[in-house]
């Protein structure tokens, strides 16, 4: 069973527009939410994560809008740029973070 | 400061076979996590070191194992190799029970 569903698998954005990623969990134990970037060669980095004691954080042109009650998460990337043309990955974990569930991933490209 | 480091970079099998691969945490860290990349499949857990003890393991059969040596690195290793475990296997590493995975650049695992 997946325990983080991630939607959509690709995405294509016009420079300068809004890129959005969703995730959805099972697991109401679940206690911290990051999303991870990924370029073509590299591992995953970390981008910006949530706990579920706030609705949305916000770092530059990054933000993570987190949904308790639904079980939901998102990214979202203001002014989307061709250089953040990658894979985002969001993830899930219990507080002691001794195992990580991710999603499936979403190749996003951004056009000039 | 040097990052998680991976090697071989590229390791072609064939079925039947062994494959060892190798990981170098970031120092001072003490914990390193194994994944399984598949296509389209996300990130799969699939083992948890800290101070040479298995911490935790995912969903995979016994023939994936591994072990971390007194300075920390790790070796994964995966016995009778099967098509299907063709993948790039991810290695991160963190401070024990930290929200942060620093991951390496990955071994590309093909097998014929």
């Known amino acids: 069973q997946q325990q983080v569903k991630q939607s959509p698998q690709s995405l294509i954005v016009q420079k300068g527009g809004i890129s959005i990623i969703n995730c959805a969990y099972e697991?109401?134990?679940?206690?911290?939410f990051p999303w991870y970037q990924q370029f073509p060669g590299k591992g995953p980095a970390l981008l910006i994560a949530?706990?579920?004691?706030?609705s949305e954080k916000k770092e530059g042109r990054f933000t993570i809008s987190f949904n308790k009650s639904a079980k939901q998460f998102s990214l979202h990337i203001m002014d989307s740029q061709p250089g953040d043309s990658a894979t985002y990955f969001c993830?899930?974990?219990?507080?002691?973070?001794?195992?990580?569930?991710f999603g499936s991933g979403t190749k996003l490209n951004v056009k000039p | 400061e040097a990052g998680v480091t991976q090697s071989p970079t590229h390791l072609i099998k064939t079925r039947g076979q062994q494959a060892t691969l190798r990981c170098s945490p970031i120092?001072?860290?003490?914990?390193v996590y194994w994944y399984q990349q598949a296509l389209g499949l996300g990130l799969q857990f699939l083992l948890w070191?800290?101070?040479?003890?298995?911490?935790n393991r995912g969903n995979f059969p016994p023939r994936f194992s591994g072990r971390q040596f007194p300075n920390y690195s790790s070796e994964l290793n995966v016995n009778a190799l099967e098509l299907e475990d063709s993948a790039l296997y991810l290695c991160?590493?963190?401070?024990?029970?930290?929200?942060?995975?620093?991951f390496g650049p990955g071994t590309r695992l093909t097998v014929l």
């Open positions: 120092s001072g860290h003490t914990s």
């Open positions: 991160a590493s963190s401070f024990v029970l930290a929200d942060t995975q620093y």
């Open positions: 993830a899930a974990s219990h507080y002691n973070f001794n195992k990580f569930y």
């Open positions: 070191y800290d101070e040479g003890e298995e911490r």
């Open positions: 697991n109401t134990a679940f206690d911290y």
């Open positions: 949530i706990r579920p004691d706030v």
